[in-house]
């Protein structure tokens, strides 16, 4: 499915906002925030600048780096030109600051005074709280002995996956990254992973490679004592959730296998503190995967970001993410797919009923959201359905489905354990997007394209769980999304887009073809100068099937093919003429 970005919508927002700056100050404050700071209290904030950037000319782009270079440059650029006024009030004031580029803002702390004059000011667009949010976890946890262990993961069996590593793809070339609450780069099942880690020679360097957003115990943790501490330099994990994500995506520890691309590489940044985040530190992470940095947070590399990023969390409505602050990682979300990088966010544990998904960032348009299914190929009670309609836009979500149920993965301290949520879905899928990508590099920072074959080649499933509009016998629908994914289907359908390689025949030389409009919608376009012959075209869907055979004769000649009937979605053509053949891809919007 194609992906809408948001920034004409954010401009709007942006104008509304700046049109208010005189009639009413309070209305461009969370009304949390004011309530409080109403005596006197000193409380944490965001500032959203009214000018925010566009980068929406990312997507003429077409290399991943290409791409990461010109979002980071003009973002950085545009929070380099426009926070200095707001910076310079905030050291008059002696309040502290730290300015974000990933969204146009600057993260303080003050009373309602200051509040106030940065309200009334005409470059501030709003003023967000900092909520604190506690991530729920795992819905399930099943402590396991080794004595269970199987040599391939029922997951791994189930979504194929070892099929595809019998090809010789396991994510080789490909980084996968996570923000959670850390990672345990000293269990034996990652160290080898860690993008960080030398093999050859034993060394590691944490350098652009680990992250740590969590500067402050969270007022949610029930005591000051953090087993891994405050802004460390190195991978950790105080919750042990995340080092279990971690290992279905890359894990491996000799004869086990537990993640879906073992030899991906991985870097990573913690966003919570025992389960606790909040909008700070979860931009703070985002941001650092669009450009990494160094351990001092200087020198950022765009040709550092990882492929995909893993998200296996969310924040609910109680805990203070609403309609008033939900685009503020939307955007982040949209300008990470815009320099190139695939996001994956669980889908959410709040199921059964119909509408579930309901807490960001998974019911973002621009998130590849995850549902969880079962050892028995069923969608799992706890995982949460569509459609979207905390945003009232009622769009289709889960995207697809993936194992997430009693998933045996690695946790801190060498041991391992089984946990159920759609935590454990969604690392299926960031390794899928691995083991894609080394099949066929050339589709790294294809986001589209990459999420398009996902879909399409995902195993159809249907229930009798109708939700909203769409009827759950219809595909796709509201529980599984397309269904649940098939990792060798999806490379077998990466590797068909790898060209032939060219043939020194005279006429295939001399031949040239143009298909177009790509995206096609109606009318499809098929132009062929220089043939020999007759000209046969043909066009299969991602499963191979033919759906489509025109034949033609005329060395130079153009044909309209009606394209409207047929399903959005990924085709390959293929042209044929006195011996020459011409390849390509096709995308119905």
């Known amino acids: 499915m194609k992906k809408l970005f948001t920034a004409a919508i954010l401009l709007a927002f942006f104008s509304f906002a700046n049109s208010q ?9 969370d009304a949390s925030l004011l309530a409080k700071t109403a005596n006197g209290q000193h409380m944490p904030f965001l500032i959203l600048l009214s000018q925010q950037a566009d980068v929406s000319a990312a997507r003429q782009l077409k290399t991943k780096d290409e791409k990461a270079a010109f979002v980071f440059n003009i973002l950085r650029q545009t929070a380099e030109t426009t926070q200095g006024g707001i910076t310079a009030f905030l050291i008059q004031k002696n309040a502290p600051h730290e300015g974000f580029f990933i969204i146009n803002a600057i993260k303080t702390e003050g009373d309602l005074t200051l509040i106030n004059s940065l309200a009334q000011r005409s470059d501030v667009a709003q003023i967000l709280d900092n909520p604190n949010i506690h991530n729920p976890g795992p819905v399930e946890e ?23 590593w019998a090809l010789g793809y396991r994510g080789q070339g490909v980084t996968v990254a996570g923000e959670d609450t850390g990672y345990d780069w000293t269990h034996p099942a990652l160290t080898p992973k860690y993008r960080g880690y030398d093999a050859a020679t034993n060394n590691t360097d944490h350098n652009y490679n680990w992250h740590d957003a969590i500067h402050v115990i969270s007022p949610l943790a029930s005591d000051s004592l953090n087993p891994c501490g405050l802004d460390i330099q190195a991978p950790c994990d105080d919750y042990g959730h995340g080092t279990h994500t971690m290992g279905t995506m890359v894990g491996s520890d000799g004869d086990y296998e537990i993640g879906v691309a073992p030899d991906a590489k ?10 606790n985040g909040s909008p700070f530190t979860y931009l703070e992470c985002f941001q650092w995967f669009l450009a990494p940095t160094d351990l001092n947070n200087e020198n950022p590399d765009p040709t550092k970001a990882p492929h995909v990023i893993n998200n296996s969390w969310y924040c609910s409505e109680g805990e203070g993410c609403n309609a008033s602050n939900f685009f503020v990682l939307n955007q982040a979300v949209n300008s990470l797919r815009l320099a190139g990088t695939v996001v994956v966010v669980s889908a959410g544990n709040s199921g059964s009923g119909c509408g579930s998904v309901s807490n960001p960032p998974a019911f973002y348009e621009n998130s590849f959201s995850i549902g969880a299914t079962a050892i028995n190929d069923t969608i799992a009670g706890f995982s949460s359905r569509g459609p979207v309609t905390v945003d009232g836009s009622n769009r289709l979500k889960p995207n697809v489905s993936a194992p997430g149920v009693n998933v045996r993965s690695c946790v801190p301290g060498g ?3 089984n946990y159920s949520g759609t935590s454990m879905a969604g690392p299926h899928v960031a390794g899928l997007v691995a083991l894609m990508i080394s099949a066929n590099p050339d589709l790294a920072g294809q986001v589209d394209l990459i999420e398009d074959i996902i879909e399409q080649t995902a195993v159809p499933k249907t229930t009798n769980q109708n939700c909203g509009n769409i009827l759950g016998t219809e595909v796709p629908n509201n529980t599984y999304g397309f269904g649940r994914v098939d990792a060798l289907a999806a490379v077998e359908a990466a590797i068909a887009l790898i060209p032939p390689p060219p043939s020194a025949t005279q006429e295939q030389v001399a031949m040239s073809v143009r298909v177009f409009p790509n995206p096609v919608g109606g009318q499809l376009n098929v132009e062929v100068q220089h043939a020999v012959g007759e000209v046969q075209f043909e066009l299969f869907d991602v499963s191979g099937r033919l759906v489509l055979l025109r034949n033609w004769s005329g060395a130079s000649s153009s044909v309209s093919v009606d394209f409207a009937g047929n399903p959005s979605g990924l085709y390959f053509y293929r042209l044929l ?12 919007k």
């Open 21 to 29: 700056n005189n009639k009413d100050w309070h209305s461009k404050v």
């Open 415 to 417: 041991a391992y354990a």
């Open 266 to 275: 991985w870097c990573a940044c913690r966003n919570m503190e025992r389960g």
């Open 142 to 164: 099943l402590e396991e002995s080794t004595s269970s262990r199987s040599a391939v993961e029922w997951g791994i069996d189930m979504i194929n996956a070892d099929d595809v």
């Open 577 to 588: 003429s006195g011996g020459a053949v011409m390849q390509g891809k096709v995308v119905k």
